[in-house]
């Protein structure tokens, strides 16, 4: 099994740019998320998701859209970069949203916006 | 906000246990405490879990107190590769939500 992974690795973005961050996971896993970290801090939840076709928002979800149209996909969306969203974007899976077990990281997105 | 405090450092000599302490006072029935680590800006990786009784695994130990109010993470035998921040995290087991609320967490250095 490949785990998590997340695509690509390093971003650089000029302000008012969108990209997708990408994120796939192969151990048939229900619950998925995505983070943001900013330096010295702890991990904030942008989004996460139950399951394909179900979507919902964490702590820290304005500037980013997600979409679950599978169940080893979820895409997070910038639609307008900011500086503000300078950041390492981390994803998520595990079994199940029930929280039976860990929920394993990928390697993180590490995102610049100028 | 985090439910848990933790100091934000502390050191360890390799080879010695790293007892990492986290308090979760307003901790309710239904919530486990969980223990995350983060090396060097990686994702961060699952440690331990548990609810009242005290839980051992490949990686560490939890010990939860009776009052359920703190917890304590042993690193049996500290070595280097052990450095890293340690995240104490508390969450309901079996909701329908599997979100994970991080703090500041404890930046464990091992040194030789």
Redesign the interface.
């Known amino acids: 099994n490949a785990g998590?992974t997340q695509t690509p690795k390093f971003q650089v973005l000029k302000t008012g740019q969108s990209m997708t961050l990408q994120c796939a996971q192969d151990m048939n896993h229900e619950?998925m998320?995505w983070?943001r970290q900013d330096p010295?801090?702890?991990?904030?939840?942008i989004h996460?998701s139950?399951g394909a076709g179900i979507t919902d928002q964490?702590?820290v979800p304005n500037g980013y859209n997600v979409s679950r149209s599978t169940t080893e996909d979820f895409p997070l969306r910038l639609l307008s970069a900011a500086p503000s969203q300078t950041s390492?974007y981390?994803c998520?899976s595990?079994y199940?949203?029930?929280?039976?077990g860990?929920?394993?990281?990928?390697?993180?997105t590490r995102l610049t916006v100028l | 906000d985090a439910k848990t405090t933790q100091p934000p450092s502390m050191d360890c000599a390799e080879g010695r246990a790293a007892n990492l302490p986290c308090n979760h006072s307003t901790i309710s029935g239904n919530e486990y405490v969980y223990w995350y680590r983060q090396i060097h800006s990686q994702g961060p990786q699952y440690i331990i879990h548990g609810l009242k009784n005290n839980e051992t695994n490949e990686m560490a130990s939890l010990i939860i107190t009776e009052d359920r109010k703190s917890s304590t993470l042993i690193l049996p035998h500290a070595t280097l590769r052990d450095t890293a921040v340690y995240y104490c995290i508390v969450r309901v087991y079996g909701g329908s939500q599997g979100n994970l609320i991080f703090g500041k967490g404890t930046k464990l250095s091992v040194k030789p």
């Open positions: 998590v619950y998320s983070y010295g801090m702890g991990l904030r939840l996460y139950v964490g702590e390492v981390f998520a595990s199940s949203g029930g929280g039976r860990e929920q394993f990281f990928g390697p993180g």
